[in-house]
């Protein structure tokens, strides 16, 4: 089976237990072939553990989840040394991050000293205890959920977190027609823990690999630098988006042409990605919300799109 085959196959399968978003779990396979990390924000109930776990249970590969709550400790997601009584020395215990994909449910429920814990794993594939370092298997991918609405004993992840997730998607409530199918198939759709995966570890690493060969024209690239330089001297933004997101674009530009079937980008697998990839990397000015009239990031970076002509 080709590549174009083993994506189309993924997506076919998580499409059994999430009806009627597509474009959702497009985005959600993009991030996983473009080695990222995803962010899935929205409001309880409308598919987002389901949609992580969905992908996970895809890929036959390890997986982790881990329940994010006010008390829990870095070690809890990393592991710990223990002292071995027979051999007199301690040993290290790996916790959950050691999986090829991580769920992190409601990761805005723990205190930033936990979350930063993620951080290294995210950035470099690696995790730092006592001095000494542990590498993480390839492929490794963060899927975290958080939900937007409750403030109430959450903390909000800071610029440096969030820049670490490659995308941020919402989900949103489905479509009268579609809720409808939902409530009609509620009997017969796969239930998630009987989901079978599809592709191995080995299939997902040569997706990952093939990401690399997509062509992707000087134009383009002159185009996601432009979009990104605009956020940085936007006067409604305080923070505008790093090398990093910049990157992060081309990338998802790169996964998005695969998914397809091409072997090189064009300007529709580019500004359609920009706002998952470019919205949450930025910040807005304190007086951006009297002044003006986008009440959100993802307002002012649609506004920037409009002013930065595509390339043909």
Request: net charge negative.
């Amino acid at each position: 089976m080709d590549a174009f085959g083993k994506i189309e196959t993924l997506q076919h399968n998580i499409e059994r237990v999430i009806i009627g978003k597509p474009d959702v779990i497009r985005l959600a396979i993009i991030t996983l072939l473009a080695e990222g990390h995803l962010l899935i924000e929205d409001v309880p109930g409308v598919g987002k553990t389901t949609l992580a776990h969905a992908l996970a249970k895809s890929i036959d590969g390890s997986f982790q989840r881990v329940q994010f709550t006010s008390d829990l400790l870095p070690s809890d997601i990393i592991g710990v040394s223990v002292f071995n009584q027979q051999r007199t020395e301690f040993e290290f215990q790996r916790g959950p991050i050691f999986a090829n994909i991580v769920l992190t449910d409601e990761i805005n429920r723990t205190t930033p000293k936990t979350q930063s814990s993620l951080l290294e794993a995210m950035n470099e594939l690696q995790v730092s205890v006592d001095g000494v370092t542990y590498q993480l298997e390839k492929p490794f991918m963060v899927l975290a959920t958080q939900n937007p609405l409750e403030y109430h004993g959450t903390y909000p992840l800071p610029e440096s977190q969030l820049d670490r997730f490659f995308m941020r998607i919402r989900i949103g409530y489905p479509s009268a027609d579609h809720e409808k199918a939902i409530m009609r198939a509620e009997r017969s759709m796969v239930a998630i823990e009987h989901l079978r995966p599809v592709l191995s570890v080995n299939d997902v690493l040569a997706l990952q690999a093939q990401v690399d060969t997509v062509a992707i024209d000087e134009s383009l690239q002159d185009y996601i630098i432009a979009v990104a330089d605009h956020t940085r001297r936007s006067k409604w933004l305080e923070l505008g988006v790093s090398p990093r997101g910049t990157l992060a674009l081309q990338r998802a530009a790169k996964a998005s042409a695969l998914i397809v079937g091409r072997e090189y980008c064009t300007p529709d697998d580019v500004k359609p990605l920009v706002i998952p990839v470019f919205a949450h990397r930025i910040l807005l000015q304190t007086d951006a919300y009297a002044e003006s009239s986008a009440d959100d990031a993802e307002h002012v970076i649609q506004d920037i799109l409009t002013q930065v002509p595509v390339p043909l």
